[in-house]
């Protein structure tokens, strides 16, 4: 029970590598950018039943990072938080999906130690750490080529893509990619899977997890306006970078209220953030390499440097984001106690 424990400190007087497993569960629960251990294993548990070779190579990904800033002295509340360990997951992760040598290729995993570099790269004020697992993603891919003799990967179609043929829509599938949009955050494409994700969201936070949903359906009826590829529908892609911006912009960076909420949906943030994909996607991916979740992380930045009243009022400093539940109670003591201190004489 003390490996899923929130309290980090449970575990200071436990050996190394039970506290290395703690710290590896923050990583998992990062990436879904929760903050709970528990919602970490439930996370790895829906990789694993995805497809045991993906967990394999999240795990090694995950330990590689978090090693390597444990060796160069990284801050040790960010490494105990598992802020450095999610990047090397998601490079991992993604490295398996391009790749196309099939399950346990085992050469792909000399690529994990370069996932190492993730907390090299990750000194950003901002708080949109996702730079790193970005950046040597693409870097990777865009080095080895798709007919490289150790590390082939498939060659990405762009999302606006005629289909080979005039198939009509399908409702229930087009249903199915909602859900699927959540586990596509951490490249997980079935909807068993997709749903233990969707619920280690809830368990960590039923706003997250309502907001991720709904940024997914965002992000899917912005490929219907602009005709994608109906597989991009179905699979879930066209609204994961919707429900990743949903998600950071509806609670974790920014208090819920109604007002933002209605920002955050019916405005920019989750449309901008999939249409965005569609467009990175279209451009990048007539050379091959993937738009990854840059879409959303550009989105969340614009956010986060708006300076208006009306969204600076309801920012939460990058040091005190907590689940958006905690977020509203912290909220408004500080505005108590800001209150308090400017009618003090």
């Not at 993906?54 to 990904?61: D, E, F, P, S, V």
């Not at 198939?167 to 909602?178: A, F, K, N, R, Y």
Request: with cysteine; proline share 6%; charged share 5%.
């Amino acid at each position: 029970l003390a490996m899923l424990s929130t309290d980090s400190t449970m575990l200071a007087d436990k050996p190394f590598i039970l506290q290395l497993i703690h710290w590896c569960l923050w990583g998992v629960a990062r990436v879904i950018l929760a903050n709970n251990p528990m919602s970490g294993a439930l996370i790895l548990g829906a990789l694993v039943w995805a497809s045991p070779w993906q967990a394999m190579l999240g795990t090694i990904g995950l330990l590689a990072s978090t090693l390597t800033a444990v060796i160069i002295g990284q801050d040790n509340e960010a490494v105990s938080g598992g802020l450095h360990g999610f990047n090397g997951m998601l490079v991992a992760l993604l490295m398996g999906v391009f790749s196309s040598a099939g399950d346990w290729y085992w050469w792909l995993l000399l690529t994990f130690l370069y996932s190492g570099l993730s907390p090299l790269l990750d000194q950003w004020d901002l708080p949109v750490s996702v730079f790193p697992f970005n950046t040597v993603l693409l870097l990777y891919l865009a080095c080895t080529g798709p007919c490289n003799p150790y590390y082939p990967h498939h060659s990405v179609m762009p999302p606006g893509a005629m289909e080979s043929n005039a198939s009509q829509l399908s409702v229930t599938p087009l249903l199915q990619g909602v859900p699927l949009g959540v586990g596509q955050i951490v490249a997980c494409e079935a909807l068993g899977p997709s749903l233990m994700i969707l619920g280690a969201t809830l368990l960590y936070s039923p706003l997250l997890g309502t907001h991720a949903l709904l940024g997914s359906g965002a992000g899917t009826l912005a490929g219907l306006t602009v005709s994608v590829r109906h597989g991009v529908l179905y699979s879930g892609m066209s609204g994961f970078n919707g429900a990743l911006g949903c998600m950071a912009i509806g609670g974790l960076f920014f208090t819920f209220t109604y007002i933002q909420w209605y920002i955050n949906i019916f405005c920019p943030t989750a449309f901008l953030s999939a249409y965005g994909d569609i467009a990175l996607g279209n451009i990048l991916e007539t050379v091959g390499l993937p738009a990854s979740n840059w879409a959303a992380t550009v989105t969340i930045i614009i956010m986060l440097l708006l300076t208006g009243q009306s969204l600076s009022v309801y920012r939460i400093p990058s040091s005190r984001v907590r689940a958006p539940e905690q977020n509203i109670r912290c909220h408004s003591q500080w505005v108590a106690g800001e209150t308090s201190d400017s009618t003090d004489v």
